[in-house]
């Protein structure tokens, strides 16, 4: 499968954006997906998740109320909408995806198996 992520870019803080992560020589419907974000020089963080099914989704908690991580599987894409960015959102971020079909959502890298290449988030103050 590959993953490609699209839809950074510079925003004012207060604002939104909406990345997305299109998947391609693989079916979305069978990948729980997530999308990390990391500054250079520090480890990737995991900022949010849903799991196959879509049933389960999970947020870091300094992005709960303010991000929502969502599925199409018609379009084989996940999107992530980013609401009330703050100077410290500003990152690359990274799409990943699991084939395993579990009903919780992993927070840590080394759980996904497929990358995308990144997209910036630059948020100004």
């Known amino acids: 499968v590959q993953l490609q992520a699209s839809g950074g870019g510079l925003v004012q803080a207060g604002g939104s954006l909406r990345v997305s992560c299109a998947v391609s020589r693989g079916t979305l419907s069978t990948y729980s997906m997530a999308w990390f974000r990391q500054i250079p020089g520090k480890e990737r963080e995991f900022v949010a998740g849903?799991?196959?099914?879509?049933?389960?989704?999970s947020y870091v908690s300094s992005v709960k109320g303010r991000f929502t991580i969502s599925r199409d599987n018609a379009k084989n894409t996940v999107y992530l909408q980013m609401n009330s960015l703050k100077p410290e959102d500003t990152a690359g971020y990274y799409c990943a995806a699991d084939r395993s079909l579990r009903t919780v959502v992993i927070t840590t890298p080394s759980g996904y198996e497929y990358w995308g290449q990144g997209t910036q988030v630059t948020v100004s103050s």
């Open positions: 849903i799991t196959w099914s879509g049933r389960t989704t």
